[in-house]
Nanobody
Framework: QVQLVESGGGLVQTGGSLTLSCAAS????????VGWFRQAPGKEREFVAG????????EYADSSKDRFTISRDNAKNTVFLQTNSLKPEDTAVYYC???????????????WGQGTQVTVSS
């Protein structure tokens, strides 16, 4: 069992940056690939970025590549999402989730955090 807690969300202007953190407790997070997802009001949850257990491989959605960077510090049991050049359409609740094998499919993730709100003003 892994408990995930996101932090770092907030209100930022267009073009700004935020660093989101996903801290784990319980089993070590290094056993899992981790994905970041987001869900805007009235929209389905969508994949943003993911990272394998060792951090050796990452994946990004087209909407986030070149602007977002996912990384992890297994010694601190934490995964990060650096978000740059934020746009109003990035406004959403951002969730981290853990799974055995990196995938873009939300239904295949075993453990989820409660989410952190990111709001980008125009």
């Amino acid at each position: 069992q892994v408990q995930l807690v996101e932090s770092g969300g907030g209100l930022v202007q267009t073009g700004g940056s935020l660093t989101l953190s996903c801290a784990a407790s319980g089993r070590t997070l290094s056993l899992y690939s981790v994905g970041w997802f987001r869900q805007a009001p009235g929209k389905e949850r969508e994949f943003v970025a993911g990272i394998t257990q060792s951090g050796g491989s990452t994946e990004y959605a087209d909407s986030s590549k070149d602007r977002f960077t996912i990384s992890r510090d297994n010694a601190k049991n934490t995964v990060f999402l650096q978000t740059n050049s934020l746009k109003p359409e990035d406004t959403a609740v951002y969730y981290c989730a853990a799974t055995d094998s990196l995938t873009r499919t939300a239904a295949l993730y075993k453990y989820w955090g409660q989410g952190t709100q990111v709001t980008v003003s125009s």
